[in-house]
C-alpha cells in the first residue's frame, strides 16, 4: 500500500516537473514499457488530471485524478471515449464510451456497472462507474486513488489512443483531452560524440 502511494507520488512528481524523466510513447512503443499515461482536461477554471500507472501485480492499472473548479451542487461522469479529440478540441467528436466487449450494447437499458465484477458488466471506459462519480469536496476539490483496475496499456483492455471526457449532470460534455504515454528516460543516457 505504501509502496503503491509512494509510486503515485513519484509519478505525479515526474509530471509536475515537465515530464523530463519520462520520454513520450510512440506507436512503436512496447505498452509494457509504458510507466504512466495521463490525460490533463482543462474547461475555464476547471481543472482534472488523470494518471494511469502500472499496479504493483503488472495486472492492471491504478488510476489517479485530482480535480479541481468543480461546482460543489453537482456529480459529474467520467469515461474514456472510443475517439480521439480533434485538433479543434471538440469533445463531441470523441464519439462513445469505449466499449470493446459490447457490454452495453448487450445489456441495453439493463446496464448497470459492478465495479466488482466490472470485466462482464461495465463498459471498459466507464471510469465513473467503476470509480464513483467525480463530486467536490468543500474546497471544490476531488482526489481518487482507485486501487488496480480491469484497465491495461496494450493488450484486450488497453486505453492507449483514446480520449478521457468529463460530463456535466446533464451529460453535456465539459472537458475532454487525449491519453498521451510515457516509458521511463534510460538512467544513463549514453551520449553520442
Ligand atoms: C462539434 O462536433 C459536432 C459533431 O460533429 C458538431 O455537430 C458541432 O457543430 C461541433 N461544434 C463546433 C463548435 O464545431
Ligand atoms: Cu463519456
Redesign the pocket.
Known amino acids: 500500500m505504501l509502496k503503491n502511494i509512494l509510486s503515485l507520488i513519484i509519478a505525479a512528481t515526474v509530471v509536475v516537473s515537465g515530464t523530463s524523466n519520462l520520454t513520450p510513447a510512440t506507436s512503436d512503443t512496447n505498452p509494457s514499457d509504458i510507466v504512466l499515461a495521463n490525460a490533463n482536461l482543462v474547461s475555464g477554471e476547471f481543472n482534472a488530471a488523470f494518471e494511469f500507472t502500472p499496479a504493483e501485480s503488472k495486472n492492471g492499472l491504478q488510476l489517479a485524478v485530482t480535480a479541481s473548479g468543480l461546482d460543489m451542487e453537482t456529480a459529474y461522469s467520467y469515461h474514456i471515449h472510443a475517439k480521439l479529440v480533434p485538433a479543434?478540441g471538440?469533445c463531441?467528436?470523441t464519439g462513445g464510451h469505449l466499449d470493446p466487449f459490447k457490454i452495453k450494447e448487450t445489456a441495453g437499458t439493463a446496464y448497470k456497472c459492478d465495479k466488482d465484477n466490472a470485466q462482464t458488466t461495465c463498459e471498459l471506459g466507464d471510469l465513473a462507474g467503476m470509480f464513483g462519480s467525480m463530486t467536490a469536496d468543500a474546497d471544490g476539490k476531488f482526489t481518487l486513488n482507485a486501487p488496480e483496475s480491469i484497465l491495461t496499456f496494450g493488450g484486450d483492455n488497453n486505453i492507449l489512443g483514446y480520449s478521457v471526457v468529463i460530463h456535466r449532470p446533464d451529460s453535456t460534455r465539459l472537458a475532454c483531452a487525449n491519453i498521451d504515454s510515457f516509458t521511463a528516460a534510460p538512467v544513463n543516457p549514453v551520449k553520442k560524440c
Do not use: G, P, S, V
Open positions: 479543434d471538440n463531441t467528436e
